[in-house]
C-alpha cells in the first residue's frame, strides 16, 4: 500500500516546475524510462521522509539551485585535480 500512494507522490512530484524532485525525474527518464523512474522517485521521496523525521526538521525545496552548485562543485573539482596533475587550467566563459 506505501509503494501505490508512494508511486502517486512521485507522480504528482515529476509534474511540478522548478522543483528538486521534477528534475531529477527527468534527468532519470533519459536513462531509465518513466515507470522506473516514477519508482526511483518513489524511493527518493520515501528517503527524503525518513530523514526529515529522523531529523525533526521541515523540508527545505533546493529548487534549481541544488543541481547549479553541484556542476560548480564538480568544476572545481575536477579543475583542482587536472592542476594537481601539472597542468595549467584557464576558465573560458563561452558565448552563446
Not at 500500500?1 to 508511486?7: D, H, R, T
Not at 512521485?10 to 523512474?37: E, N, P
Not at 521521496?45 to 523540508?59: A, D, F, G, S
Not at 596533475?85 to 563561452?94: A, T
Request: charged share 30%; net charge positive; with cysteine.
Amino acid at each position: 500500500m506505501l509503494k501505490s500512494i508512494l508511486c502517486e507522490c512521485a507522480w504528482v512530484a515529476s509534474h511540478t516546475k522548478d522543483t528538486r524532485l521534477s528534475i531529477t525525474y527527468y534527468r532519470w527518464v533519459k536513462r531509465m524510462g518513466k515507470k522506473k523512474a516514477n519508482i526511483a522517485l518513489a524511493n527518493l521521496i520515501l528517503r527524503i521522509c525518513y530523514h526529515v523525521l529522523k531529523q525533526r526538521t521541515p523540508y527545505v525545496e533546493l529548487g534549481d539551485y541544488y543541481f547549479t552548485k553541484r556542476e560548480i562543485d564538480k568544476e572545481k573539482r575536477l579543475i583542482k585535480e587536472l592542476q594537481k596533475r601539472g597542468y595549467i587550467v584557464q576558465k573560458e566563459e563561452q558565448a552563446i
